[in-house]
């Protein structure tokens, strides 16, 4: 970007607001540059929010020109909600999210692009649109931005708690509790950089987390329950159940395939054998999401089913149950 000196006209803008302009990038992107400091104003770094006075010099290291690496790709998406502003998605169970080492096609993103394309610098560049995340074994609602400002709103609502997020998930046995918070900090396994663990707040970068579990049905060797998210580190539910000793069914990582109780008899051990052996994740899907419209501010809310091998578990269980 050549030095461009402000005139009447951009005086009180915003150095992010005006690189943005004048490059033809978003502004999410533009913060991005001047967080970098390949922004100066009169000579030095600037700030993303300094207001820029008649007179001053801009100057701005360009981005690349080169296409953006995630590449549009036409894979149906369950929409449960589109505006100009938001995207709400029924992700299945074994899409990932976001391009990734070793998934760099048929991620939620590609999907996401495929059908809405002008998404591209929308929060991160690999990423965008996207507000938060699902594993990729987990199904349900995520939302996505469409514009700068969604995006921000979002993000905000994410991280005041004041988005909610509720999941679904089968656990092995039942806990000695109706309802109770999980208040443990989650950060890399010490042993193994692909898990996570509880671990003390700030050890080894780990982080607060906090979980709301509600024990909703009774299932015979399993629980049905509620979990909500009031904070989002990777894995936390699936840490979490874990870590109070009943992990949801299903989940190959922090599973560890406990074993059906004896007593059911061949018969009914073996149809719920088959049920969990059915399952193509683990039991927890995302079926609720609570915001507020991040331009008009209304309230929002959203809810989708588990999906059918997880609902066939279910039904076995309440069958078996009987």
Request: charged residues 25%; contains cysteine; aromatic residues 4%.
């Amino acid at each position: 970007m050549p030095d461009f000196v402000i005139g009447e006209l951009d005086a009180d803008t915003r150095t992010d607001v005006l690189v943005a302009r004048v490059l033809g990038i978003s502004r999410s992107r533009a913060a991005r540059l001047v967080a970098q400091g390949k922004v100066q104003v009169n000579g030095r770094p600037a700030k993303p929010g300094t207001q820029l006075r008649c007179g001053d010099t801009v100057s701005a290291d360009a981005p690349s020109k080169t296409p953006a690496s995630v590449a549009a790709e036409p894979i149906q998406l369950d929409i449960i909600y589109e505006d100009d502003d938001l995207l709400v998605v029924n992700k299945p169970s074994g899409m990932v999210v976001h391009p990734a080492p070793g998934h760099h096609t048929g991620t939620l993103v590609n999907a996401v692009l495929g059908h809405a394309g002008d998404l591209e610098g929308v929060g991160d560049e690999t990423r965008p649109g996207i507000v938060h995340r699902l594993d990729r074994d987990t199904s349900g609602l995520i939302a996505v931005a469409k514009s700068d400002d969604a995006h921000r709103a979002l993000q905000a609502q994410i991280r005041s708690r004041s988005a909610r997020r509720d999941y679904l998930a089968v656990l092995w046995g039942r806990p000695p509790f109706t309802t109770a918070t999980v208040d443990a900090a989650i950060g890399r396994h010490p042993g193994d950089r692909k898990r996570m663990s509880v671990l003390p707040d700030g050890t080894r970068g780990s982080r607060p987390a906090i979980t709301q579990i509600t024990v909703a049905e009774d299932l015979g060797p399993f629980c049905l329950a509620h979990a909500r998210l009031l904070t989002g580190r990777t894995h936390q539910i699936r840490v979490h159940c874990a870590y109070i000793g009943h992990p949801v069914v299903g989940d190959p990582v922090y599973g560890r395939a406990p074993r059906l109780p004896d007593g059911l008899g061949p018969s009914r051990g073996r149809r719920l054998a088959e049920a969990v052996a059915g399952l193509q994740g683990q039991a927890l899907h995302a079926w609720r999401l609570a915001i507020s419209h991040p331009r008009t501010g209304e309230p929002l809310q959203f809810e989708a089913g588990p999906p059918p091998d997880m609902q066939k578990l279910i039904d076995v269980l309440r069958a078996e149950r009987t």
